[in-house]
């Protein structure tokens, strides 16, 4: 006859059939003699009753052909993914492209604006200008030579 | 569970020779079993998802290591597990995990106290939601060996074989494991522990 601690032993192996026979018939008879046993038994078979099957989880349509691209696009994993930059898929490659070629077109903008603006500036550092006396006595000057010219002019038509 | 198929070593070598479509068919058929088991390690869908696909990549760049002499599903399983653990303490979700605690090591006094069944009434997602609230709060060596056994319904041998530990541990870590479900559910639900019989 079976022991009760032997048996009580046995019953979650019995219960998730995993016994042979050879082991599994001493129980079966010890659990029909034994009240306490059995009952111990019974309980066993309320704890399973906790783990009902739950409704299936379906994987997302197209699961299997999105991991087997990433696993033969080289793609490590979670972990690797925040150690290293995941590559750009190529339209996201355009706009770093434009970016940088916008730069370097403003680079160039501006060193040919740089030497322009050099060349504009005065060659002197001073800023001098010539005084509005000497500038009228040059207009001056100017007019009287004009005169004499005119005159000169109409005597050779008098004559 | 079935030693590797030979359409499963098929598709194996067919996937190391280079062949994507091969590999995304070893997805399709084991996509369903991961899904199932991880979802017992994670709080939402999208973590689901994300264990599961870091499951089969990490089986991707292991696949020239796998020997053919356990299944191909459960050497797939042990990796699903161990990237859920992974998961759990990269989230700081993972409760006492060691082995060697002296306190899980401890007997759970034989059988403890019993729990009676869920009510009739219960519908069956508020059951799940109390299972695993009682789960999630299990030292995780518990809460896999529950898992593995009662909802993916594991014979003992292959979860020897995808935990790497003997028969007789998978018997003590699983009787152990469901004293502590009972305690732990005595504890967060005293109702269900009110039928004690023996």
Redesign the interface.
Known sequence: MMEC?NA??LV??YQ?G?LSEVQAAPLRQHLLDCF?CR??A?????????????P?????TG??????????AG?????EVTLRPRALPASDQLLPFVLKLTALAAAVLMVLALALRSRSLPESDSLEATSLSETMEYMQALNEAELETGLDLNERDEE | MQPATTEDADLVRETLEGN??S???L??RY??RM??VV?HYARS?VE???I???T???A??RLDSFQHQSSFSTWLYRIAVNTALD?LKRHGRNPVTAVEDPELMQESG??GP?????DKGLE?EE??R??NE?LEGLPEIFRTV?VL???EEM??QDMADLLGISIGTV?SR??RA?AK??DA?IRLHPEYGAH???
């Open positions: 601690q009580l032993n979650p192996s998730d995993e306490a009952e111990r019974k309980a066993e078979v309320s704890l399973k009753r906790w783990f009902v099957p739950e299936a989880v379906a994987a997302p699961f299997a052909a999105h991991v087997a691209r990433r696993a033969f793609d490590e994993g979670l972990r | 994507q479509l590999f995304q068919l997805v399709e996509q369903d899904f199932s979802r869908a689901i998802e994300d599961v696909q870091e089969f990549l990490k991707f760049r998961f034989r059988y019993g729990v009676a069944a869920p069956r059951i799940a109390i299972t009682v529950l056994r009662e909802f014979s003992y018997e699983l009787f469901r479900f009972r559910l004690e019989e023996a």
